[in-house]
């Protein structure tokens, strides 16, 4: 069967510099590559195909006499190319290391030890724990102990897995590499090693108290101090609290999500609170002092000035919640809210309604907007 050109293998243009080769090729040999595709013949003809195709395009002297020549010439000699000679796998080993390493790399790195030479030991998992606290625990701050189950360290075996008086052993399959390879057509596949699953190690004679992982699972107490000033979704970090490594690798973290309960008299933004005052009609209409309540428990006057509507707001500076890790702190906030009396009297009706009769311009707000709602009811009749 005749094969495909080589750029509508890679699926570039026959302008394609080499990065956009190199990209190409990328994308491919990821979708195609054997490990991708265990058993897929399929697959593993399309990835010697974009492979071949790469090969001789990454390269000035063969691309210039593939544009010229086609794929003759690198047939019978033709060209600076002779085919799929000897040092080709050694090419395309370059050619993929190049541009997978990292990515290979990071599969070996993840689960610990699966590099040349690996231990066995493996980074413990992180853990989460959710705290609720009062508003007023976010202002004072406050030391809290809390109980959190996860793996330890075992201390009959110190974490190595392996019973008392023996040690881990090289994997004999991997040579403690923690990886095996294998030859699939032309390239070098690699893949974790069946015998000790990555961990470069096999253990012979397990450990009885936690059966060879090297930890073992229990409830630990911890202090956890919750600075002045945490606001709610805050995050803390514990590093080295969270689960133990196995077999003898570090410990995990432990973060706590911090969620503040709300307050009966405060409403918070940011570092600035604020808090709705019912007033007293008669105390907005001519004036007063009111007591409010302060987040650290204290008391505040405020005064009122004579005909304060609903609404109106007064600053108390600097007696809102602490900026975070600053020797600053935000503002008060009151807003007034006048109360309309409910349950009259007879009394008190009448005294309102001589109040109406007598009342003249007390009422600037409500007498321009009905004014206005006037001349807009007598656009439409006119």
């Known amino acids: 069967?005749?094969?495909?050109?080589?750029?509508e293998v890679l699926g570039v243009g026959r302008s394609a510099d080499e990065k956009e080769l190199k990209a190409a090729y990328r994308k491919l040999a990821k979708q195609f590559h054997p490990d991708a595709n265990p058993?897929?013949?399929?697959?593993?003809?399309?990835?010697?195909?974009?492979?071949?195709?790469?090969?001789?395009?990454?390269?000035?002297?063969?691309?210039?006499?593939?544009?010229?020549?086609?794929?003759?010439?690198?047939?019978?000699?033709?060209?600076?190319?002779?085919?799929?000679?000897?040092?080709?796998?050694?090419?395309?080993?370059?050619?993929?290391?190049?541009?997978?390493?990292?990515?290979?790399?990071?599969?070996?790195?993840?689960?610990?030890?699966?590099?040349?030479g690996g231990t066995g030991a493996a980074r413990g998992a992180d853990l989460r724990y959710n705290m609720e606290i009062s508003l007023?625990?976010?202002?004072?701050?406050?030391?809290?102990?809390?109980?959190?189950?996860?793996?330890?360290?075992?201390?009959?075996?110190?974490?190595t897995g392996a019973k008392a008086g023996s040690s881990p052993k090289t994997c004999?399959?991997?040579?403690?590499?923690?990886?095996?390879?294998?030859?699939?057509?032309?390239?070098?596949?690699?893949?974790?090693?069946?015998?000790?699953?990555?961990?470069?190690?096999?253990?012979?004679?397990?450990?009885?108290?936690?059966?060879?992982?090297?930890?073992?699972?229990?409830?630990?107490?911890?202090?956890?101090?919750i600075p002045s000033g945490v606001e709610d979704g805050t995050r803390i970090r514990l590093a080295g609290e969270g689960e133990a490594g196995m077999r003898g690798g570090p410990a995990g973290d432990l973060y706590i999500f911090l969620s503040v309960r709300p307050h009966e008299f405060f409403q918070r933004d940011g570092s600035?609170?604020?808090?709705?005052?019912?007033?007293?009609?008669?105390?907005?209409?001519?004036?007063?002092?009111?007591?409010?309540?302060?987040?650290?428990?204290?008391?505040?006057?405020?005064?009122?000035?004579?005909?304060?509507?609903?609404?109106?707001?007064?600053?108390?500076?600097?007696k809102g919640m602490p900026v975070l890790r600053s020797s600053q702190f935000g503002d008060m906030y009151i807003q007034v809210a006048v109360e309309t009396p409910v349950n009259l009297?007879?009394?008190?009706r009448e005294l309102l309604r001589e109040f109406d009769k007598e009342a003249r311009n007390n009422s600037p707000e409500s007498e321009g907007f009905f004014a206005k709602a006037k001349a807009f009811w007598d656009g439409f009749g006119g």
């Open 172 to 225: 004999g399959t991997c040579g403690g590499a923690g990886a095996v390879r294998s030859q699939s057509g032309f390239f070098t596949v690699e893949r974790t090693c069946p015998t000790c699953q990555g961990r470069g190690q096999v253990i012979a004679d397990p450990c009885g108290a936690c059966g060879g992982q090297g930890r073992v699972t229990k409830e630990r107490t911890l202090s956890v101090n």
């Open 136 to 159: 007023t625990e976010a202002f004072t701050g406050k030391t809290a102990q809390i109980r959190v189950p996860s793996s330890v360290t075992c201390e009959t075996c110190k974490g």
């Open 39 to 116: 058993g897929d013949k399929t697959a593993e003809a399309k990835f010697r195909e974009v492979s071949e195709a790469y090969e001789i395009l990454r390269d000035p002297q063969k691309k210039a006499a593939y544009d010229r020549f086609g794929h003759q010439a690198f047939e019978g000699g033709r060209g600076q190319g002779t085919g799929f000679g000897p040092d080709f796998n050694s090419s395309m080993s370059d050619i993929f290391e190049d541009l997978f390493g990292d990515f290979m790399g990071g599969q070996r790195g993840r689960g610990g030890g699966r590099g040349r």
């Open 1 to 7: 069967m005749a094969k495909r050109d080589f750029y």
């Open 345 to 348: 009297s007879k009394r008190q």
């Open 272 to 318: 600035d609170l604020f808090c709705k005052v019912p007033v007293s009609m008669t105390t907005a209409s001519m004036g007063g002092e009111i007591e409010v309540p302060t987040i650290d428990g204290k008391k505040a006057r405020v005064a009122i000035p004579e005909g304060t509507q609903t609404g109106k707001q007064f600053r108390l500076k600097a």
